[in-house]
T-cell receptor, first 112, second 112 residues
Framework: GENVEQHPSTLSVQEGDSAVIKCTYS??????FPWYKQELGKRPQLIID?????GEKKDQRIAVTLNKTAKHFSLHITETQPEDSAVYFC???????????FGTGTRLLVSP | DAGITQSPRHKVTETGTPVTLRCHQT?????MYWYRQDPGHGLRLIHY???????DKGEVSDGYSVSRSKTEDFLLTLESATSSQTSVYFC???????????FGQGTRLTVV
């Protein structure tokens, strides 16, 4: 089955710095790569996603890049703010198996 | 928020007892998922459903069973609860595969 690894597990940055979280996956047939944000005590919510026919996608301060050859994708947050503090999960979708497999999460702490 | 609710929100039960968690949606989405969330493990897929009476196992399905007799309800049953099943359980729904997954509020289950 699909194996998703996410690094780092924790990340501390100063407000205004950039943050990068990386995920690798094992199944080359996987074709959907979303990122979810979970604030403390809340449910996970989608922040950005990318499909396998696209190499990069941006939405204001966040971006996701995908390297299909190397089977990894990354979340980039620029100009971080304290409200970006949360746990971020990457996920991998595979149309063949119709399931969404998540990484282990990254706790991001943005200090003022 | 998408129309998805989980019940109960909190439950304490004794080892060896059966427990059923309910996920109810009002969105008529085809796909439904049960995840458990544990520190250091992220969100792990227990079971999922791609239609009424169509279910399949995820990566941590041992000790769990599911049923989906109606589009709107997806039940997760712990046949004989163990302390290792103490966790936060999230249900998620997805209209089309590889689109946004909407999560329920979560159920905190404690097995004593």
């Amino acid at each position: 089955g699909e194996n998703v690894e996410q690094h780092p597990s924790t990340l501390s940055v100063q407000e205004g710095d950039s943050a990068v979280i990386k995920c690798t996956y094992s199944d080359s047939a996987s074709n959907y790569f979303p990122w979810y944000k979970q604030e403390l005590g809340k449910r996970p919510q989608l922040i950005i996603d990318i499909r396998s026919n696209v190499g990069e996608k941006k939405d204001q301060r966040i971006a996701v890049t995908l390297n299909k050859t190397a089977k990894h994708f990354s979340l980039h947050i620029t100009e971080t703010q304290p409200e970006d503090s949360a746990v971020y999960f990457c996920a991998v979708g595979n149309t063949g198996f119709q399931k969404l497999v998540f990484g282990t999460g990254t706790r991001l702490l943005v200090s003022p | 928020d998408a129309g998805i609710t989980q019940s109960p929100r909190h439950k304490v039960t004794e080892t060896g007892t059966p427990v059923t968690l309910r996920c109810h949606q009002t969105e008529n989405h085809r796909y439904m998922y049960w995840y458990r969330q544990d520190p250091g493990h992220g969100l792990r897929l227990i079971h999922y459903s791609y239609g009424v009476k169509d279910t399949d196992k995820g990566e941590v399905s041992d000790g769990y069973s599911v049923s989906r007799s109606k589009t709107e309800d997806f039940l997760l049953t712990l046949e004989s609860a163990t302390s290792s099943q103490t966790s936060v359980y999230f249900c998620a729904i997805m209209e089309l595969f590889n689109t946004e997954a909407f999560f329920g509020q979560g159920t905190r289950l404690t097995v004593v």
